[in-house]
């Protein structure tokens, strides 16, 4: 293989993540003339083909004359920002010394870091920790596998009696060879690698998390059926304002509180909570974390709750399906056998350790089915393409931080009107890209874990920021687990879309207040401050001209009109993207007060309006490159839904 090809094949999708370019349709039991075509061709080729080409997809624009106007375009602007976000970064520049104490000693020559950015930090501080945690991990799961290994007589092969849909009998299906004893074993080394994981990252605060984890599982096993959604969400959102409000509960203030008015008191009460409290492993604060774990949590309780009414067994024979091919669908929908809800499964799904800390998030059903049948979209060569990608990222964040200093610049409170618009609109976007790859940083590599240990829970970040045109489609394709997540147990249950839930203005009202109730959610889940409220109720503002424009210009009525369509689409895209810029910043990197200075620096002076006007231009011009790039992965079939 060439290595332009080799290139394209790191870049690919497909190396990125499977769920988009793997069919969605489930593999179906086979009779047995067709599992002997089946074996010609592989199970993975078997299971996976697609159609070549979508009939609807657009000719190619790449070679066109507009579209060579574009490069040119697109290429003077990103030298541009690179260059004028160098020269702001330089010691030369007035303002260096307004930021200089905020850089640290870099690894580049000549150059310092800028390493002010306090969550990042500390993921940067620790890379190759994470990375010989890891390395333990798989080493030591080995040892376990060798020094307690599955019986030979509960390995062999177990036949199951399938049954026609009539009821009458049709033949065995012999399933993997010891799924059962493989899974017992693979469950019992995770609860006891995450005992370990969780004593030296928190501690003696373990035993709180134990508690949290002991009242959820509770609700869910205790409580008459029809109370256990609203419990369940009563419960976990009330831990997130209380772990904020506590600040993780000491252990000197739960003795303080229970000692009924001696706090001043020191006994051996004291002195041991004291100590305890003094032993808070290396992540000291535990409830920082935990938010991830909030959300394992719910989806136990509801992927429990709605077992309840399913009989997986009758879903199988229904669908004809088997159990080790399932599409990702099924693997979440379909719920796990009875004996599975149990709190030790539970406690390994809730604090599995590659995904314990930040996620990619996998539903419990979805945990359940990869562990009992390893996905077939795991092997060696797209799991190692996937870390060289990964290790290509943390270059390009090692080289920003070097060279583009704008996260310490917007850190030191500077004199907004000392800069041009164009630096002030740079200052804003690096800080956004800064943002993208600070958060797809540690999500790859804790994916990246997982997929080494034979998970594969769903690509957080699937497309750049700056790929991105649609507020609907950015929110998809950003936290992408989190945000299917929020599909499922929020946006699903309240009644989903207009769409899906019918027709009329009542409807569509309908879907804004569910739009409204899950950012207000995401918005309290990342953290509880007003900022990030204003930022979830922004986006949900900012979601309602898209939705409609689309009603108000719906494709059909421009068949006859496509190009003048597109360049519709275009203008409106341009307005998308400067709404989620300004929403983004004020939620998680400048504030309101940081944005209300950019925003003003740009537009007070006809230089800025002027400037405004040939950022648009620009824009317009990378939003049909992004048009085309989605055209080109729908002559490939491939629709990434962002």
């Not at 993921?123 to 030979?152: D, E, K, T, W």
């Amino acid at each position: 293989m060439s290595w332009p090809e080799q290139l394209r094949r790191l870049y690919s999708v497909d190396t990125l993540d499977t769920r988009f370019t793997t069919a969605s349709k489930p593999r179906q039991r086979l009779p047995a003339s067709s599992r002997a075509d089946e074996r010609l061709d592989g199970p993975e080729v078997a299971s996976t083909r697609r159609p070549l080409a979508d009939s609807a997809s657009q000719p190619s624009r790449w070679r066109t004359t507009e579209f060579r106007v574009y490069y040119v375009v697109i290429f003077i602007a990103v030298a541009s920002m690179f260059k004028v976000t160098c020269d702001i970064s330089k010691e030369n520049h007035p303002n260096f010394s307004a930021y200089s104490e905020l850089l640290s000693p870099g690894w580049i020559p000549g150059r310092k870091l800028d390493n002010s950015d306090a969550q990042y930090s500390n993921f940067r501080n620790n890379i190759a920790s994470l990375i010989l945690v890891l390395g333990l991990h798989l080493l030591l799961r080995r040892l376990y596998y060798r020094v307690f290994p599955i019986p030979p007589a509960e390995a062999a092969q177990q036949s199951i009696s399938l049954t026609e849909q009539d009821g009458s009998p049709s033949r065995s299906y012999t399933p993997a060879t010891g799924v059962e004893p493989r899974f017992e074993q693979r469950i019992t080394f995770d609860v006891l690698f995450s005992i370990l994981f969780l004593f030296a990252l928190h501690g003696f605060s373990a035993f709180k998390i134990a508690l949290v984890l002991w009242a959820n599982y509770s609700l869910a096993k205790r409580l008459p059926r029809h109370y256990v959604p609203l419990a369940t969400w009563c419960f976990n959102i009330s831990v997130l304002f209380a772990n904020e409000l506590n600040q993780g509960y000491k252990y000197t203030r739960m003795v303080e509180l229970l000692s009924l008015g001696t706090a001043g008191s020191r006994g051996p009460v004291t002195g041991l909570a004291e100590w305890m409290d003094g032993h808070g492993g290396l992540v000291s604060r535990w409830e920082i974390s935990f938010n991830v774990t909030v959300l394992r949590l719910i989806s136990f309780n509801l992927d429990y709750y709605w077992s309840l009414a399913a009989n997986g067994h009758d879903l199988y024979e229904k669908k004809q399906l088997e159990p080790e091919h399932l599409s990702e669908r099924d693997r979440v929908t379909l719920p796990a056998r009875p004996e599975h809800y149990s709190f030790r499964n539970y406690a390994a799904y809730a604090l599995y350790p590659p995904l314990y800390l930040a996620g990619p998030i996998v539903t419990f059903n979805d945990y359940v089915a990869q562990i009992r049948y390893t996905p077939s979209s795991i092997n060696t060569t797209r799991t190692t393409m996937y870390g060289i990608r990964w290790l290509i990222c943390l270059l390009c964040m090692e080289m920003m931080q070097h060279f583009l200093y704008v996260v310490a610049i917007s850190k030191s409170q500077p004199i907004w009107t000392a800069y041009t618009p164009f630096q002030l609109s740079m200052i804003g976007f690096f800080n956004l890209f800064f943002i993208w790859l600070k958060l797809l940083l540690p999500w790859r590599l804790f994916r990246l874990w997982a997929l080494v240990d034979g998970v594969d829970p769903p690509e957080n970040m699937v497309r750049c920021m700056a790929d991105n045109y649609s507020a609907l489609a950015f929110w998809r394709g950003w936290h992408r687990s989190f945000n299917r997540w929020c599909v499922r147990y929020i946006y699903l249950p309240l009644g989903g879309s207009a769409t899906s839930s019918g027709r009329g203005r009542f409807s569509r009202l309908r879907t804004l207040a569910n739009y409204v109730v899950v950012f207000t959610f995401v918005a309290v889940w990342h953290d509880i401050n007003l900022r990030l409220l204003v930022w979830g109720w922004l986006i949900t503002l900012f979601i309602l001209p898209e939705v409609l424009a689309t009603l108000l210009f719906p494709p059909r009525s421009w068949s006859s009109r496509p190009e003048t369509y597109r360049a519709l689409c275009g203008v409106g895209a341009v307005g998308n993207i400067l709404m989620m810029m300004a929403a983004n910043l004020i939620g998680f990197a400048v504030g309101v007060d940081g944005t209300k200075g950019l925003v003003q620096g740009i537009l007070g002076s006809p230089s800025g309006l002027a400037f405004l006007v040939v950022a648009c231009a620009t824009l317009f011009a990378g939003v049909q490159v992004m048009f085309e790039l989605r055209e080109h992965e729908r002559r490939a079939c491939i629709n990434m839904k962002c």
